[in-house]
């Protein structure tokens, strides 16, 4: 890795003229005036055999990674946990909206423990970053933070990870697992959508919120554990997962939204518990495989349009003596085959 020691360059607040002197500051003590537009007021740059990181000064004792004004990070990256300029010690306690945003040839980077927040995009569509390790303290993966960072195999979430926002790792096709933070409450839209060799996920049972798409298009996923706290499944969750076996809603889930399993055409197994209550527009349209749909409910869950298919040839299981309400219902009333061997 880089690292950014050689010199500390100072940027003042005030400006008198369209240039202003900046002062370099380093461990070996020498100084040298570079000039920068004023434009880049309020940062401090560190220099290292020609390379460069931005900071932007965000309080008496932080600064925060900013986007290159010069063009585009690359190579590997070192971010440090703290800088000097002039005598004073700055925190670097977040990387800021875009940072490193569009850097094609960013190949690794560094995160200091100090960092608290990452913001949004600040890593999209870096083509070669393959890599990352976020330091505990950050709680939320915001918009579009890896999004389409086609190379990304592995990113380390720690525990303090509570939402992980729209689009965060959309596009990430080589990721292949992520393991889930214990306190994660929130999956954004589209938060994975398209993350193409993600084999299997497991979400806590206290994660109250699954958007819509969430995982949409990984077409790898075979194995879901579903949080027990979540109301409602969102539309097209985990449509297009074609590979994925088993639909197993857990007990608390009151609806599933629409199309939230359409196209997984390897799907052998639906169970629905007992609290569902809706079943959205083709939820399990195109899903060919399926050999067996269970229902815990006592009460036959509203089915809306489409929401399965080739019910005269799929079995229905539904709970002790309540085979004929399920005949006599309108929206299970075409499934030729229903069957009492649910406790």
């Not at 990870?161 to 990430?172: L, P, R, S, T």
């Not at 049972?205 to 109301?231: I, Q, R, W, Y």
């Not at 083709?282 to 809306?304: G, H, N, T, W, Y």
Request: glycine share 6%; hydrophobic share 40%.
């Amino acid at each position: 890795m880089k690292t950014f020691r050689a010199y500390f360059l100072c940027i003042s607040l005030l400006f008198c003229c369209s240039l202003c002197m900046l002062t370099s500051c380093g461990g070996d003590g020498k100084t040298k005036s570079v000039n920068f537009p004023n434009s880049l007021a309020n940062m401090v740059t560190m220099t290292d055999n020609g390379s460069k990181l931005y900071l932007k000064i965000t309080s008496d004792a932080t600064c925060e990674v900013v986007p290159n004004p010069e063009g585009a990070y690359s190579g590997e990256i070192t971010i440090p946990s703290e800088v000097n300029c002039s005598g004073t010690p700055y925190t670097v306690s977040s990387i800021g909206d875009r940072a490193f945003y569009g850097c094609a040839d960013l190949s690794a980077v560094s995160i200091p423990a100090t960092v608290q927040w990452i913001g949004q995009k600040a890593f999209g569509e870096c083509g070669k970053l393959s890599r990352v390790v976020i330091p505990d303290g950050v709680r939320e993966i915001c918009f579009r933070t890896f999004y389409m960072c086609t190379e990304l195999e592995s990113v380390s979430l720690p525990p303090s990870v509570q939402e992980i926002g729209k689009e965060a790792f959309m596009g990430c096709k080589k990721l292949v697992n992520l393991p889930v933070p214990e306190n994660l409450r929130i999956v954004g839209i589209s938060a994975f959508q398209d993350c193409a060799s993600i084999n299997a996920m497991e979400f806590p049972e206290e994660m109250t919120d699954l958007g819509d798409d969430a995982l949409h298009g990984c077409t790898s996923l075979v194995f879901v554990t579903l949080p027990k706290n979540m109301l409602k499944l969102g539309k097209w969750a985990f449509a297009g997962c074609k590979n994925l076996l088993v639909a197993d809603i857990p007990e608390g889930v009151v609806a599933v939204g629409d199309c939230a399993f359409r196209d997984c055409s390897n799907l052998k197994e639906v169970k629905l518990p007992s609290s569902m209550r809706t079943v959205g527009r083709m939820a399990f349209r195109d899903c060919p495989s399926l050999k067996s749909i269970s229902v815990a409910a006592a009460e036959p869950p509203i089915l809306q349009d489409n929401s399965f298919v080739n019910s005269e040839k799929v079995p229905l299981f539904v709970p002790k003596s309540k085979a004929a309400i399920y005949r006599s219902s309108t929206h299970w009333k075409s499934f030729a085959s229903i069957r009492e061997n649910l406790n």
